[in-house]
């Protein structure tokens, strides 16, 4: 359902539009990054054509209601005319997997209105596949509609995309990404916000991530912006560094550890710039540490902010260029 989806919401209400004034495409290529939730809306849409009790609401034109039959059957994958086609164990998806549904796009779909053909990962499509669609997508049959979904959506042959209309799904909020990873991932809110500081707006990414190591490293960021908040001396500022590198043991894990801990940092940083120059709050991707980092904003105002993440993504550029991370992060401490 579009009301399940989180964030997109611009682009969501131009789909239930088009849905509920039957203008949608009959085919479209979804595209953007991965782990955003580009195939959780192409089954809102194969939910939304074939519901058997639609609604609308003020924010969707069009949405499925998610408790009839049609809705539950695409939901648990057993609709007769919602086809989900993805890459096998091969990693690819082969011209056989296509030739089914070219065949059954001839014939009006059993019980649906529309038929959906949803292809998850379009771009694993070999060569020879995406062929054997393109005279369909050319002539698409009038009760079929074909959603790809891709986060490298230029791996598909030209002759494919220009056949498909464009949706480009943009990266979550960090806050969004926490909502997701609260809903339906279990997640509880500090582990979810640490999680989401760190995903570059992808669910998929905080999914994949060590969230018990991303808590840590916030707390560490966290502690550092208290420690500089308040001590001006070098030395005091010097002995923090063992804290930030010192809990791996081996070298890598320290690089890892601080390479956490600095983007959890340039994280908070960007919040404290948010607080310090009265921007919308909700855009706070550590919102639940937001008492916490109001409280930091009297030592670190707008411009001082911007000067320590300036400072931390330096630290992350050296790091990445194989600098010692204790000589980074004795650097950094300084600079911030
Ligand atoms: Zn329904």
Redesign the pocket.
């Known amino acids: 359902m579009f009301s399940s989806i989180l964030g997109h919401r611009r682009l969501i209400s131009l789909v239930s539009r088009a849905i509920a004034r039957e203008t949608l495409p009959p085919a479209l290529l979804l595209a953007g990054p991965a782990g955003v939730g580009k195939r959780r809306a192409a089954m809102a849409i194969a939910?939304a054509v074939n519901?058997?009790?639609?609604r609308s609401t003020s924010e969707w034109e069009r949405d499925?209601?998610?408790?009839?039959a049609?809705?539950r059957r695409i939901m648990r994958g057993v609709h007769p005319d919602v086809i989900v086609i993805e890459p096998g164990d091969t990693g690819s998806i082969k011209i056989d997997q296509v030739r089914d549904v070219v065949d059954r796009a001839g014939y009006r779909p059993f019980e649906g209105r529309r038929r959906v053909v949803v292809i998850d990962e379009a771009d694993a499509l070999m060569p020879a596949a995406q062929n054997a669609l393109l005279k369909t997508l050319e002539e698409p049959p009038s009760a079929s509609i074909f959603l790809l979904v891709s986060s490298i959506p230029d791996a598909l042959l030209p002759t494919v995309r220009s056949r498909c209309p464009r949706i480009r799904f943009g990266a979550l909020s960090p806050s969004e990404v926490a909502a997701a990873l609260m809903r339906d991932h279990g997640y509880s809110e500090p582990d979810a916000r640490a999680a989401a500081a760190d995903a570059d707006g992808s669910i998929g990414r905080a999914l994949a991530a060590e969230s018990a190591d991303l808590t840590e490293a916030r707390a560490d960021a966290r502690h550092v912006l208290e420690q500089t908040a308040r001590a001006g001396d070098p030395t005091h500022r010097l002995e923090m560094v063992k804290e930030l590198t010192g809990k791996k043991g081996s070298s890598a894990g320290e690089r890892d550890q601080l390479s956490a801990c600095l983007r959890a940092l340039a994280s908070l940083l960007r919040d404290l710039g948010i607080l310090a120059t009265g921007a919308d709050r909700r855009s706070l991707a550590n919102a639940d540490l937001e008492p916490q980092l109001e409280r930091l904003t009297s030592a670190f105002d707008s411009e001082r902010s911007l000067r320590a993440y300036a400072a931390v993504d330096r630290a992350l550029g050296a790091l990445e260029r194989n600098a010692s991370p204790k000589v980074v992060a004795d650097w950094l401490v300084l600079q911030i």
Do not use: V
């Not at 519901?51 to 639609?54: D, E, G, M, V």
């Open positions: 939910c519901c058997l009790q639609p499925a209601c998610g408790e009839c049609s809705c």
